[in-house]
């Protein structure tokens, strides 16, 4: 199927990512500003987080990464805007991970501004938690999955990780569905859309005429959609009833928070259900071609756009966990996939 390509609007920020540097500072309306804030030694490269002006009133979206690079990156866009950081009132972020939520608490602390995050949003590690628990856990999700015994250090989270997902903001704010993010003078709606992380959140400014879209909707690369356990029962449904939620019009700008701005939010979303309808076809081949017994099994026999062997640490983690969500989504349709997905230890949300 030839679906119908997407209008991209973000030039620099395109040419920019193309040339692998930092984008531009960029004024996309009197009251809305781009500012890349960088997301280091990943290649994702940069946040595009948003500063949106009201009456009195400074909100940033999805602040990135917390680095001092990007604190450089924050301070410089804020400046472009005639503001210091003192100045923020509200940091709202579309879901609970590092290069979104990062540089909340120290924001936060500088500027008093409340942090929001959506109220379905999970946080997977609180401060409390006992992390030898969820090492050991993590650990027997992934021997499940049939990660072998010699590889499972490299492809586990390790307790660096999550000492540092344990430091993240928590939220002054939750959000809910339909509901307007508080700030005077705007009017940003926001849209639950569950996948990418239980709670993901994006934002519609309809006076602007623009869709903050976070992780949800890119514009090259389809969004990481993980079974992680605990955790939703079946993230890839979850994932296309919301894309469903937010394809209602296709002539809003998108602004996502990596790569680059577009408009064309129903043929984007067309295509991210393509891609993904295709790759849950790859499965359901891997498993009559080559009876497996293991999640693992079907990941290796999968297509990788750098092949099975690149895959590595954090990013095979990434390959086995979202093949286990299309297992979970296929057989949720009727397919028989005899592969062990879930564990009783492993109690789902």
């Known amino acids: 199927m030839i679906l119908a390509p997407i209008t991209l609007t973000g030039h620099a920020?395109?040419?920019?990512?193309?040339?692998?540097?930092l984008p531009p500072i960029e004024q996309l309306g009197r009251d809305v500003w781009?500012?890349?804030?960088?997301?280091?030694?990943?290649?994702?490269?940069?946040?595009l987080s948003y500063l949106l002006l009201g009456d009195g009133e400074a909100i940033l979206i999805d602040p990135g990464?917390?680095?001092?690079?990007?604190?450089?990156?924050?301070?410089?866009g804020l400046r472009q805007a005639g503001l210091g950081l003192t100045d923020l009132?509200?940091?709202?972020?579309?879901?609970?991970h590092s290069d979104h939520l990062g540089m909340a608490a120290r924001l936060r602390v500088a500027s008093g501004a409340w942090v929001a995050l959506g109220e379905r949003e999970v946080r997977r590690f609180t401060a409390s938690e006992d992390l030898d628990l969820v090492l050991s856990m993590h650990r027997e999700e992934l021997t499940l999955w049939g990660v072998p015994a010699a590889r499972l250090s490299e492809v586990a989270m390790n307790r660096p990780s999550l000492v540092h997902l344990q430091n993240l903001?928590?939220?002054d704010l939750r959000l809910s569905e339909g509901s307007l993010v508080p700030a005077q003078g705007l009017d940003l709606r926001v849209i639950t859309t569950p996948g990418h992380s239980p709670g993901h959140i994006c934002l519609v400014d309809e006076p602007h005429g623009l869709i903050f879209s976070g992780d949800h909707v890119l514009p090259r690369i389809s969004p990481h959609i993980a079974l992680e356990l605990p955790g939703p029962a079946n993230p890839l449904a979850d994932y296309y009833a919301s894309l469903d939620l937010i394809a209602f019009e296709d002539e809003m700008e998108v602004c996502p928070a990596h790569e680059y701005r577009f408009r064309g939010m129903q043929r984007r979303v067309a295509q991210l259900v393509e891609h993904n309808r295709a790759r849950s076809a790859e499965v359901l081949r891997v498993v009559e071609e080559h009876q497996p017994k293991t999640v693992w099994d079907i990941t290796r026999h999968l297509t990788w756009?750098?092949?099975w062997?690149?895959?590595q640490s954090f990013s095979l983690r990434l390959a086995v966990s979202e093949t286990a969500s299309h297992v979970v989504y296929l057989r949720s349709n009727g397919h028989a996939i005899n592969v062990p997905v879930t564990h009783p230890h492993l109690v789902e949300l």
Do not use: C
Not at 13 to 21: F, H, I, L, S
């Open 34 to 47: 781009s500012i890349p804030v960088s997301f280091p030694h990943n290649p994702m490269r940069y946040t």
């Open 13 to 21: 920020q395109k040419e920019a990512w193309q040339n692998k540097v």
């Open 65 to 76: 990464w917390d680095s001092e690079e990007g604190l450089t990156n924050l301070t410089a």
């Open 89 to 96: 009132t509200g940091i709202v972020v579309t879901h609970f």
């Open 169 to 171: 903001a928590d939220p």
């Open 305 to 307: 756009s750098r092949g």
């Open 309 to 311: 062997d690149s895959l």
